[in-house]
């Protein structure tokens, strides 16, 4: 331990690399980021999965090549209300989407999407038959169920948002959990819109995968925290600036390994796997990217800004 | 070094825990008695394949029924039991949901009157809330509420289960789910269609009188003979099936309109492994729509029964039957299998009939009590079921998804690998083995525990190897800090582990709490993520805190290995 002190007194420098003195310019892209996804949420909408907003999805199979216009045209006949079609993985593999028409309340509502199932089905059955079709998924939510698993989902997240303001303040000080909040909160809403604008419906899934996300980047946020309240500890007196500065060049190796690493095993994750397994992996390898920027860029900048704000309000 | 020979043994024997656990899953050891482990990693139907459906209870229609029904016969018994006697003359549910009923009498007089024989009778059960003039409302007290309710939950739950122990499902899971619902979980359902049929029917209760004319030994020789001249057995094929072919080949053998039925043998865990065969006359005509409630009560020494009320007509029918087949049995039937057949000890005019269950263990009377009056709830008031999530996925895509899955685990935990091991060398190695200790302790834990792994719970385990791996990161890299600024390397591994587990096990709490928040409030898939979540913090704890701080101690201490290579060059080293 003196030696430790002995050497870092002896080199004032705290490192190669000042991240503090570009906070503005990466809280300026960090600001600008989140605007433009909260924004394109706001406008463009998020785009419900049937999880949420109820609604049945048939995934099926052909064994023989059928394209994606016969089975809109099939289902057109239907009768059903608005029907969407999209391919999957190969080529003669879709995923039929529809809501079933509108009743005078939910029950009303949840017979007729029933109902719908059943026409879907006997669609597929008879006039595709030839082409010798395989089920291979069904999901209907309900409209009562998906009201629920939303309301469940939000308040999941609100919760551990709580959490881990309370779980900062106690184990570290009350100035490190907003910079943590904020910072998930960040990654989550920018992921968000990166999900939603690469078309993907928010579901389940997706909310697990946002959740692993939080998870990751929380787990990297404590690492950087915990490493500044070490350093700050020993060079006590120090400004911030030069604290902050000299825990994360210190740790940089660690955390160009680390974020590399997991990096490039959700990146084979996400490249091998379709369905769930492949949204998380999509969610993990940008979080990996945002939660390790997002570590050093915000929540660390908001804790200087916090103990700012502490002094101007002893002042 | 502290402790050092005890934490060999706990790394020794958490490794080899996790093998013994883990072994059912690669190889038989159902045959080896005296091996600790027999379970399976259980997949989710997200992998394996089935059928996930949630089923709404319409729980207040039952209770406008009860309400109905209660008020029905409390004018019964008004005109008829009561020492003063009232005229009823009109009443309403006002509101289904406790019950809620409105009662109007002649005049004012009559409503005390009534109320009086209403607190006697039914003080414990109902309770006035409002009283105007002529007109009284009553609902259910809160306690009866609740117990109402969750009847109405158990006897659908039954139900359901008798339907799909119709199809043998392997492992069919059948719980509620919230105040209202019930979620069923059947693995590797091919017929959903017919499933989902078979679940939304109403169960079927009938009464019928056992023939014991007939030579009990006789009749088994003649279902036994049936069955090898047919080649089948009840475990074979669907009960509803084996039924109909049973009762077709002893036709003419048993005596005219009456049937063969079964019940399951006392001790047997399921119908396949005991059954008891009845032979019953079809022609009582007494079933579920003759009869008003059923429940639980208590004789004068305590003893569990279960207390019957019919409806008028049920009663009058009633009355006939039990009067001719004095000292014969009357079965409870429910969708063709026998729950219970008492013996009918006298004619039973009014409609109010009691089942006692003879001397036993207090328990045992009672569970059969609740078995008997939840059968008889099923068939008698059937509340209305509503399908609202439907989750089938076909067996070929869970397959798919479990390969890819895995494809991509295995390339990603090589890519980790050799990462780890070109760059720090030999710590890189410990690193990897630590990492895979705690994969595999977690796969153990998770096989032992019963628990479940679903899709999202893979996507939880690759997260817990991402903590794994930058917990191994922080410990190599505060080593080697520690060996830049001229530490020995016992002084390096001392301080790099003690100084790096204060940011693991921060960051792994904080993760946790998370988890737990998840496992409260998550639904399905979001659970089965935060319980691999959970797990793997542990074996995170475990494997690479743990697991890897013995092995390189023993590398130090005991085989005095100078210097272990961890990738840091001379001129590092120099700089110190």
């Not at chain 2, 208590?298 to 039957?321: C, E, H, M, S, Y």
């Not at chain 2, 630590?434 to 385990?461: C, E, K, R």
Request: overall charge neutral.
């Amino acid at each position: 331990m003196n030696q430790k002190k002995v050497n870092s007194n002896e080199n004032e420098n705290y490192g190669r690399f000042d991240f503090v003195g570009k906070t503005p310019l990466f809280g300026g892209i960090s600001l600008l980021l989140v605007l433009a996804s909260l924004i394109y949420l706001a406008v463009g909408g998020v785009n419900y999965g049937i999880d949420f907003k109820g609604g049945t999805e048939i995934q099926v199979k052909f064994a023989q090549a059928v394209t994606m216009d016969d089975i809109r045209k099939a289902s057109e006949g239907l009768g059903i209300g608005e029907v969407g079609v999209q391919g999957f993985g190969d080529t003669s593999e879709f995923i039929i989407r529809f809501q079933g028409e509108q009743g005078k309340d939910d029950k009303e509502t949840n017979a007729k999407l029933n109902e719908a199932i059943g026409k879907v089905r006997s669609m597929i059955d008879t006039q595709f038959k030839d082409k010798q079709p395989e089920i291979r998924r069904v999901d209907t939510v309900g409209p009562q169920v998906g009201a629920e698993l939303k309301r469940n989902g939000l308040l999941s997240v609100f919760y551990s948002l709580l959490v881990i303001l309370i779980y900062v303040s106690l184990r570290f000080d009350y100035k490190y959990s907003p910079g943590a909040v904020i910072c998930l909160a960040h990654d989550a809403i920018i992921t968000l819109g990166i999900f939603v604008f690469v078309g993907k419906e928010v579901n389940v899934s997706i909310l697990a995968a946002i959740l692993t996300l939080i998870g990751y980047s929380l787990n990297d946020t404590i690492v950087v925290f915990d490493r500044i309240r070490e350093t700050d500890s020993e060079h006590h007196g120090k400004s911030s600036k030069y604290i902050v500065n000299k825990a994360i060049n210190d740790m940089l190796s660690r955390t160009v390994i680390t974020s590399g690493t997991v990096f490039t095993s959700a990146l084979c994750l996400w490249i091998f796997s379709t369905g769930t397994v492949s949204d998380i992996a999509f969610a993990i390898t940008i979080g990996m990217f945002f939660g390790t920027y997002s570590s050093v860029f915000v929540a660390a900048p908001m804790m200087i800004f916090i103990e700012k704000m502490k002094f101007l309000a002893k002042a | 070094m502290e402790n050092y020979r005890w934490r060999v043994i706990g790394a020794i024997a958490g490794v080899l825990a996790a093998i013994v656990l883990l072994s059912p899953n690669f190889m038989d050891t159902s045959k080896i008695n005296w091996w600790p482990a027999k379970k399976k990693l259980n997949y989710g139907l997200d992998i394996q394949g089935g059928i996930h459906l949630v089923m709404g209870v319409d729980i207040n229609g039952v209770m406008q029924e009860t309400a109905t029904r209660q008020a029905n016969s409390l004018k019964k018994e008004l005109t008829t039991q009561a020492t003063e006697k009232v005229e009823l003359v009109n009443f309403k549910v006002t509101n289904a949901a406790t019950g809620e009923m409105e009662f109007e009498f002649q005049n004012a007089a009559d409503a005390d009157k009534a109320h009086k024989y209403i607190g006697d009778r039914y003080g414990t059960v109902l309770q006035m809330i409002e009283r105007k003039d002529k007109y009284t409302i009553y609902r259910y007290l809160d306690n009866q509420l609740v117990d109402l309710r969750s009847k109405v939950i158990a006897q659908s739950i039954e139900t359901i289960r008798n339907r799909i122990d119709e199809f043998g499902v392997a492992e069919p899971s059948i719980s509620q789910q919230g105040d209202n619902r019930i979620l069923v979980q059947l693995p590797g359902m091919a017929d959903a269609e017919q499933a989902k049929k078979l679940i939304n029917t109403t169960a079927k209760l009938d009464f019928m009188i056992v023939d014991d004319t007939v030579n009990y030994a006789e009749v088994q020789k003649w279902i036994k003979d049936a069955e090898t001249a047919g080649n089948f057995t009840m475990a074979s094929m669907k009960y509803s099936d084996y039924v109909t072919k049973i009762n077709e080949a002893l036709r003419g053998k048993i005596p005219d309109k009456s049937v063969v039925y079964f019940g399951k043998a006392e001790n047997a865990r399921t119908m396949d492994a005991g059954s008891l065969a009845y032979v019953l006359r079809a022609d009582t005509d007494l079933g579920g729509t003759d009869l008003d409630d059923a429940s639980i009560s208590f004789g004068q020494f305590g003893d569990p029964q279960v207390a019957l009320r019919f409806n008028p007509t049920g009663a009058n029918k009633f009355a006939d039957i039990t009067g001719n087949n004095i000292n014969k049995r009357m079965a409870i039937v429910l969708d063709r299998i026998v729950k219970s057949a008492p013996n009918i000890q006298t004619r039973i005019g009014d409609g109010n009939a009691v089942i006692t269950l003879g001397q036993r263990n207090q328990q045992e009377s009672l569970d059969e009590a609740k078995m008997i009056s939840t059968a008889l709830k099923a068939g008698s008031l059937p509340a209305a079921l509503e399908q609202l999530e439907e989750r089938r996925i076909g067996p070929t895509l869970g397959a798919d998804s479990i390969r890819q899955a895995q494809m991509g685990a295995y390339a990603g935990a090589f890519l980790i690998f050799v990462f780890l091991i070109l760059y720090y060398r030999a710590m890189g190695l410990v690193a990897s083995a630590s990492i895979a200790v705690n994969v595999l302790s977690g796969l153990g834990l998770l096989t032992a525990l019963g628990a479940t792994l679903t899709l999202p719970g893979i996507a939880g385990i690759a997260l817990t190897v991402g903590f794994a791996v930058d917990a191994n990161v922080l410990i190599q890299e505060r080593i080697k800090e520690e060996l830049v600024k001229g530490a020995s390397w016992k002084l390096a591994i001392r301080e790099g582990y003690s100084r790096a587990m204060s940011a693991i096990l921060d960051s792994n709490v904080t993760v946790a709490a998370v988890a737990i928040i998840l496992l409260n409030f998550g639904t399905g898939p979001i659970r089965g993520f935060a319980v691999t979540l959970l797990i793997g913090i542990a074996t995170t704890l475990f494997g690479n805190v743990f697991f890897s701080k013995v092995i390189v101690d023993t590398l130090i201490y005991k085989w005095n290995v100078k210097n272990i290579s961890i990738g840091l060059s001379d001129k590092h080293l120099a700089k110190a």
